[in-house]
């Protein structure tokens, strides 16, 4: 099976084309420019390197977030029109996923981190299932960095932009328990949404247009403000 995996839930964007458990080609970038104007030629030189066309793919997957609101909105807008586009089947995958499962055999606890801001982050918690790979712990959320590290009481490795930005704070709270990812393993990479999304649609969970919608789980300043103006 050929699986396209498309990441645009950071500044740093990702695809990557998987056959089985093989990465025929995997592109990833980060720069200014928005995913809006490189996801589409990104996808071609992808597919350029793989010696495939879109058609010759079985399947896409795309992370949904939590993540940068626009990003996820490119990506996932995306990978339906491609879907809808070829007739192959589509499926979401969470950031927070994409991050930990670079680590399916570390044998402690696990936790991505993507910085939120507004002095927030986006994380879970997981650990190793033995042979059933990772199983999450505590499920996503957005909560502040202090309060979160409160609960976690085992030797951990954090990954993630969010691991960088509060490094430091991680150290000083947990000491000794705290690992962290090499700086190269800190951001999506596309081959493992891609290789998630394969299990996913072997195991029939496969999303249609309606479904694949971006997971925030915060909510953006305009629905705030929204509300606000719909109290007042």
Avoid at 39 to 54: E, Q, S
Avoid at 121 to 143: P, Q, W
Avoid at 175 to 186: I, W
Avoid at 211 to 227: F, G, N, Q, T, W
């Amino acid at each position: 099976m050929k699986i396209i995996g498309v990441d645009t839930s950071t500044r740093t964007g990702s695809v990557a084309v998987l056959e089985g458990d093989r990465v025929l080609a995997e592109l990833t970038v980060t720069s200014a420019q928005t995913h809006a104007k490189r996801l589409m030629p990104a996808i071609d030189a992808t597919l350029g390197m793989a010696g495939l066309t879109i058609s010759e793919c079985d399947g896409f997957a795309v992370t949904t977030g939590p993540g940068s609101f626009t990003g996820l909105r490119i990506g996932i807008s995306t990978v339906k029109g491609l879907g809808f586009a070829t007739k192959k089947p589509i499926t979401g995958v969470t950031t927070l996923d994409a991050l930990a499962y670079q680590f399916p055999s570390f044998p402690h606890l696990i936790c991505p981190v993507l910085d939120a801001r507004k002095g927030q982050i986006y994380t879970a918690l997981y650990e190793c299932g033995s042979h059933k790979g990772l199983k999450r712990v505590i499920e996503d959320c957005a909560v502040e960095p202090r309060e979160w590290l409160k609960q976690i009481q085992g030797l951990c490795l954090f990954v993630g932009d969010g691991a960088v930005v509060y490094e430091g704070l991680i150290r000083k709270t947990l000491g000794d328990l705290a690992r962290f990812a090499p700086p190269y393993l800190n951001t999506v990479r596309a081959s493992v949404v891609a290789w998630i999304g394969m299990r996913q649609i072997l195991d029939g969970k496969i999303a249609d247009a309606s479904s694949l919608v971006p997971y925030y789980i915060r909510k953006s300043d305009a629905e705030i403000k929204l509300e606000k103006r719909a109290v007042s």
